[in-house]
C-alpha cells in the first residue's frame, strides 16, 4: 500500500512540475505587432513576396491554365491529372479555383502589413536615411505584389476590362490595410470592375 501511494504522489508532483504557461508565444511564431521593426524586418517581408509569386507560378494555377490554352497535352497514360480542365468540367469549389482566391487574398495581406508597419517606420527619427530608401524600396515590392494579386483576381473572377461597362461590371473586393478578423460582414463587398482596374 505503501508502494502505490508513494507512486501515486511521484505521479502528482510531476504533473504539477510539468503544467505550462498557455500565455507563451511558440518560438517559432512572431507576433503581428512584433514583425516589422527594422529594415531588415522589411526585407524579409519582401523576400516573402518573391517567394509566394515563384509558388504562385510555378503551382497548379498556372499549370491548369496552361491545360486550358492547350500548351500542355495529355498522353495516354496522364491518369486524369488536371482532367476536368481539360474536358473544361470543373466548378468554383474546385480547389486550385479556391486555392487562387484565397492565396491572392493572403500576398494582400502581406503586402498590406509591410505597407502599413515601414510607413510607421519612415516617421522614425531614429532610421537612417540610407535605411528609409531600403524601406521605400521594399514598401515598392509590398506594392508591386498587391497590384498582381488583384490583377490574378481580376483575371480570374471577373469579366474582361470593357471600358464602357466596366463602371457596371464586377470587379473583386478592394482591401487596402491589415485588420482580419473572423466575422465577415466587416469585409468590403464586391467593387466595380473599373474601380478593381484603377486600384491596380
Known amino acids: 500500500m ?6 501515486i504522489s511521484a505521479i502528482a508532483c510531476c504533473c504539477s512540475l510539468s ?5 507563451l508565444t511558440p ?3 512572431i507576433a503581428t505587432d512584433e514583425s516589422v521593426r527594422n529594415v531588415g524586418d522589411c526585407e524579409k517581408y519582401s523576400n516573402l513576396f518573391h517567394a509566394e509569386w515563384r509558388g504562385y507560378i510555378q503551382g497548379s494555377i498556372a499549370a491548369t491554365e496552361l491545360v486550358q490554352s492547350g500548351q500542355v497535352v495529355a498522353t495516354s497514360d496522364y491518369g486524369n491529372t488536371y482532367g476536368a480542365y481539360y474536358r473544361w468540367d470543373f466548378q468554383i469549389t474546385d ?6 482566391w484565397s492565396s491572392n487574398y493572403n500576398y494582400i495581406a502581406n503586402a498590406n502589413l509591410l505597407i ?3 510607413a510607421l517606420l519612415l ?5 537612417s536615411d540610407a535605411d528609409k530608401q531600403q524601406i521605400k524600396l521594399y514598401m515598392g515590392h509590398a506594392y508591386f505584389s498587391r497590384a498582381m494579386a488583384y490583377r490574378e483576381l481580376a483575371l480570374h473572377f ?3 476590362y470593357n471600358p464602357s461597362t466596366a463602371a457596371s461590371e464586377y470587379g473583386v473586393p478592394l482591401v487596402d490595410t491589415y485588420n482580419p478578423g473572423p466575422n465577415a460582414e466587416t469585409y468590403p463587398g464586391r467593387s466595380s470592375l473599373q474601380e478593381t482596374y484603377q486600384h491596380i
Do not use: H, R, V, Y
Not at 503544467?19 to 500565455?23: A, G, N, R, V, Y
Not at 480547389?95 to 487562387?100: E, K, L
Open 158 to 160: 471577373c469579366k474582361d
Open 95 to 100: 480547389g486550385t479555383i479556391q486555392s487562387c
Open 123 to 127: 516617421e522614425d527619427p531614429q532610421i
Open 116 to 118: 502599413q508597419k515601414a
Open 2 to 7: 505503501n508502494k502505490k501511494l508513494f507512486l
Open 19 to 23: 503544467s505550462c504557461d498557455m500565455d
Open 27 to 29: 518560438e517559432t511564431n
